[in-house]
């Protein structure tokens, strides 16, 4: 069984990645680590353990790491995420689970210096793991993969851009979770780590969450299955006016699951397609925005995914858990 360590800023999307983990035979999640990101850092830390509750697997670590980028400000995304950060889960349970001394970038570095086997996904700004690096930067040579959901390498397909947020008057966008903290990124990029598999918004976006999904998570039936459903059918109001156009009806749950692409690629890699290219993380200007420069890191770009064996594998795990 694939070993994963999964750093989390769970956000709707971060919660079904880690159930999709949790329900899937082929991975076995080691521990969470946290970050300040989509919501504040103690609200991720509490949805982190809400949906290990939900999975009822209390016995899961989670590490809780930064709260805010190396650099910048932290920005959170409540109109997408809700206050909690997990709108929509209300009605999940929260066992007492064991708080962790150690901070995340601490485990981390502790983690990889003796442990070459388990892969790492990264679903959230990059601060956790840029810090862990720094303690430690022999630690990337015994990350055997670091997959990322993060940049947008081509134009997404809902606006054509290349991300989701801008902070300049120009209004050039970049990915969240790079442009959130750019400086982890670079940092993250240029440590040396055998392979890095790249998720951008260009694919995340491409494999939505739609009524159709909702049904067929609904037909599984459980308690846990309706309460997955709940959380993933509130509707921020950012991604209600990004996906307006693609209601099939006022009521039709549409949301981008981005954080789950990243955890199906290192559950079931060969229903997507992939290229490697060089990438730069840009730092003038929009920053953080993913670029192709021949100088740059070489990655694995994923470039398509099988929609159905991808939401075959969701509807796979939430009936396991
Ligand atoms: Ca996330």
Not at 22 to 28: E, F, H, Q
Not at 208 to 216: G, T
């Amino acid at each position: 069984m694939k070993k994963l360590i999964i750093d989390c800023d769970p956000g709707q999307d971060d919660a079904l990645a880690i159930l999709l983990a949790l329900g899937s035979k082929k991975v076995c999640l080691e521990a969470l680590t946290v970050v300040g990101g989509n919501s504040g850092l103690e609200n991720c830390y509490t949805n982190a353990k809400k949906t290990i509750s939900l999975a009822n697997k209390p016995f899961i670590p989670i590490y809780k790491g930064s709260s805010k980028p190396l650099v910048q400000k932290l920005v959170t995304l409540e109109q997408v995420f809700g206050k909690s950060g997990l709108q929509g889960s209300e009605e999940w349970p929260l066992l007492d689970i064991q708080t962790q001394k150690k901070s995340a970038p601490k485990f981390l570095t502790d983690v990889y210096h003796t442990s070459s086997d388990i892969s790492l996904i990264a679903i959230a700004p990059q601060t956790n793991i840029a810090l862990a690096y720094q303690k430690n930067p022999l630690i990337s040579q015994n990350i055997p993969s670091l997959t990322i959901m993060g940049g947008c390498v081509f134009p997404e397909p809902i606006h054509g851009l290349m991300g989701n947020i801008s902070f300049d008057e120009n209004k050039t966008y970049a990915e969240y979770n790079f442009a959130v903290d750019p400086e982890a990124t670079q940092i993250v990029f240029n440590a040396g780590i055998k392979k890095i598999n790249l998720i951008g918004l260009d694919i995340t976006r491409d494999v939505l969450y739609n009524q159709e999904v909702d049904k067929s998570i609904r037909l599984i039936n459980t308690l846990k299955s309706h309460l997955i459903a709940d959380m993933l059918s509130t509707i921020g109001k950012e991604d209600e006016e990004d996906y307006k156009n693609l209601k099939q009806s006022k009521t039709d749950p549409v949301r981008a699951i981005h954080d789950a692409v990243a955890v199906a690629y290192e559950i079931e890699p060969d229903i997507f397609k992939t290229e490697m290219l060089p990438l730069k993380i840009n730092m003038t200007g929009t920053k953080g925005r993913t670029i192709i420069d021949e100088n740059g890191v070489m990655v694995n770009v994923i470039r398509s995914v099988n929609k159905k064996e991808f939401f075959d594998l969701i509807i796979e795990s939430i009936k396991n858990l």
